[in-house]
């Protein structure tokens, strides 16, 4: 009997051997060009894609140098994944050790920071270069439950010969995003690894809820110093007149006076007191605040002029928009659906509603709501240069999107079918 592949994974419960051997022939034929017994999972097959255009040598691992003992705690410190470990461990570690796995949590340049679990594991993961601070970006070291999730932005099990490099495939690896709820930055990956014979397909679900679970307590710190800063900021804006807001370090809103509310005020990379232009309230006196900044708007009217707009999808895991015109030249860093939408509005400058991008992003146009919501959330920072009713960019503005040197290395995350068929055809807009 023919097997899907998701047969496999369900077959890795009862019997992980002859899974594994199926998935070994799957491999093979892969990377000779033959045409395998069992199609590949997309996720596995779009990531031994970029392993076999980046040259990632299938038969031969290769190690980058481990980070200094010194650098590795630097990136600990600095880090806010530190602040989510305990949530992990209670979440992940019980039940790793008891089932001969490991915890490993990596930062968002794949390199491992802690590490934890079973013992007897531990060493073999020693074995196989699995250590606190090395690297495991998928262009290093192939297909992976740390490096594929960085690039997929989404969860990931890796079992067995869906390793791409031959001396992992005795691994199964689970590995889970997570993100900072404040901006959608990924700030790193939990994976859960063990020998092949622990796999589950349950696992799955399992690390992607204590990933969440982990965003959530991030989710709470934000709000809690939210509060902080609402503190700070009553007194200073009683004894003020006209419009004020004061924000926090991410433009976060923490109170508002004489001004419509609104959660968030897009800041530039780098803000500094002083006369500053600002997406969507234009020219402000900005004075720093512990813990944010107080932005008073001016009633100065805005420059005219032409602006530009470049939408940078360059690189594989950092996209950004940058705006120029009379008022001066910001910055914003884009989260993963942001980028698409507004890769979508760049490929169709005439406009597209809310049904068609619905249709675009998810192949359901009935998906309107969610597309409404997140149109909100861009106008927050984009305003006057995103009209609606079609949703489109301005006329007035010059539109440029920056593409990686492989068009099939657009938005790699992305499983919109409308980016999806646009990688696979090689267009550009």
């Not at 047969?7 to 022939?25: E, H, K, M, P």
């Not at 880090?79 to 019980?94: A, C, D, F, K, M």
């Not at 813990?291 to 594989?316: C, H, K, M």
């Not at 301005?394 to 999806?420: I, K, N, Q, Y």
Request: hydrophobic share 40%.
């Amino acid at each position: 009997m023919a097997l899907s592949p998701t047969d496999v994974t369900q077959l890795a419960a009862v019997d992980a051997a002859r899974a594994a051997r199926v998935l070994s022939g799957v491999r093979s034929a892969a990377l000779s060009g033959r045409r395998a017994p069992v199609a590949p999972r997309p996720v596995i097959e779009q990531s031994w894609d970029r392993m076999l255009r980046g040259g990632v040598d299938p038969e031969h691992d290769f190690r980058t140098g481990l980070l200094p003992r010194e650098e590795v705690q630097r990136r600990r410190e600095s880090s806010e994944l530190r602040h989510v470990l305990p949530v992990l461990r209670e979440g992940l570690l019980s039940v790793a050790d008891t089932a001969h796995h490991i915890m490993v949590v990596a930062d968002e340049e794949g390199r491992v920071l802690w590490r934890e679990g079973s013992s007897p594991v531990l060493r073999k993961a020693d074995g196989t270069g699995f250590e606190v601070g090395a690297d495991w970006r998928e262009g290093v070291v192939g297909t992976n439950g740390i490096g594929t999730p960085v690039v997929a932005r989404r969860p990931v099990q890796v079992f067995a010969s869906e390793h791409f490099v031959r001396s992992q495939t005795s691994w199964t690896c689970t590995g889970a995003p997570i993100t900072d709820p404040r901006d959608g930055r990924l700030i790193g990956v939990v994976d859960v690894s063990g020998p092949l014979e622990t796999m589950h397909p349950a696992t799955l679900a399992w690390v992607e809820s204590v990933a969440k679970l982990a965003e959530a307590r991030l989710r709470e710190r934000h709000l809690s110093s939210l509060e902080q800063l609402r503190a700070v900021a009553a007194p200073v804006l009683a004894r003020l007149g006209g419009r004020a807001v004061v924000v926090d370090r991410d433009g976060w809103t923490a109170a508002v006076a004489g001004m419509p509310y609104q959660s968030r005020v897009a800041l530039p990379k780098s803000l500094s007191a002083g006369q500053q232009w600002l997406p969507t309230l234009g020219l402000c006196a900005v004075e720093p605040l512990a813990g944010g900044w107080l932005v008073r708007p001016s009633d100065e009217p805005l420059p005219r002029g032409t602006s530009r707009i470049v939408l940078d999808l360059s690189q594989p895991r950092r996209w950004s928009m940058t705006v120029s015109g009379g008022a001066g030249t910001w910055s914003h860093e884009l989260s993963p659906r942001h980028a698409e939408l507004l890769y979508l509005l760049a490929l169709h400058r005439s406009g597209r509603s809310a049904a068609g991008l619905a249709a675009d992003l998810f192949g359901d146009p009935g998906r309107t709501v969610t597309v409404r919501a997140e149109m909100s959330r861009v106008r927050r920072y984009l305003g006057g240069f995103l009209e609606h009713r079609p949703y489109r960019f301005c006329e007035g503005a010059e539109v440029e999107v920056l593409l990686p040197d492989d068009p099939r290395d657009l938005l790699p995350h992305s499983t919109a079918p409308a980016v999806a068929g646009n990688r696979l055809a090689h267009r550009t807009p």
